[in-house]
């Protein structure tokens, strides 16, 4: 797929970002760049989405860049681990849970179109107490675990 100048523009801003990033936050990081229109940035979020570049991390309504390579169907699961304390987020790759998932779902679903898998707890750091809170707002992924 060739991007678009602002798809390129919020693609970067996301792989940039030390955290995911809300639409807003994206058309904040763009404001210098000329982006000053939220549905510009909602409609390159959509495209790079539909293309694997980008996911939704549902649970925290925020976007992140795709580290990894996924395909369609069972292969192709989207998982998130996500510290409830400090707000980091790591995209995880199980190839075995995926075909798992896709076997467990084979009873009712022909297809697999989208799925979204999201695990939460605490990151090593924040067990060790090595994220400070005073200096880490939730959400802010800034934890060095």
Excluded: W
């Amino acid at each position: 797929m060739e991007l678009t100048t602002q798809q390129e523009k919020v693609l970067s801003a996301l792989r940039k970002a030390k955290k995911p990033l809300s639409a807003y936050a994206v058309l904040d990081a763009l404001r210098t760049q000329g982006v000053r229109s939220p549905p510009i940035v909602y409609r390159a979020l959509e495209k790079l989405q539909g293309a694997g570049l980008v996911h939704r991390v549902e649970s925290l309504g925020a976007f992140v860049a795709c580290r990894h390579t996924h395909g369609k169907g069972p292969d192709g699961i989207h998982a998130f681990a996500i510290c409830s304390q400090c707000g980091a987020v790591e995209e995880l790759c199980a190839p075995s849970l995926a075909k798992s998932l896709g076997r467990k779902s084979g009873g009712l679903l022909a297809e697999i179109n989208h799925s979204m898998l999201e695990i939460s707890g605490l990151c090593h750091g924040c067990v060790r107490g090595a994220c400070a809170k005073k200096n880490t707002k939730k959400g802010s992924g800034a934890c060095s675990q």
